[in-house]
């Protein structure tokens, strides 16, 4: 599987008793370059509930170039950042336009700025 920055796929994450898991969306952010290299990627949380804060960028059917999302709006939440083995993700649902990227890079910019 070839995940690419602005894939939204769906990750294993455990819950904290380490028996039961759930499939949860997430954004990569990770560049393409260091995916195709490293054991890992670099995800930020896709939520379905906004908060309203600054640290979210919202996602609708037309920020996607190709593939779904199941509810929208969703939310990229940009403070909340995950490296994950790839091997947890269970599949690629979607992928973001370039403009999209673009606007949650430089979110994250500011979150660190």
Excluded at 31 to 43: L, Q
Excluded at 48 to 72: F, M, P
């Amino acid at each position: 599987m070839q995940v690419k920055q602005g894939s939204i796929v769906l990750v294993d994450f455990s819950y904290s008793n380490f028996k039961e898991t759930k499939y949860r969306p997430a954004l990569v952010i990770s560049s393409s370059k260091y995916n195709e290299t490293a054991i890992d990627v670099v995800v930020l949380r896709v939520t379905s509930r906004s908060r309203g804060g600054v640290w979210e960028s919202e996602i609708i059917k037309y920020d996607l170039a190709e593939g779904t999302i199941n509810i929208e709006p969703s939310y990229v939440r940009v403070d909340s950042i995950y490296a994950v083995e790839k091997e947890i993700i269970r599949k690629i649902v979607a992928q973001l336009k370039e403009e999209k990227i673009k606007e949650i890079k430089t979110q994250l910019l500011e979150l660190f700025s």
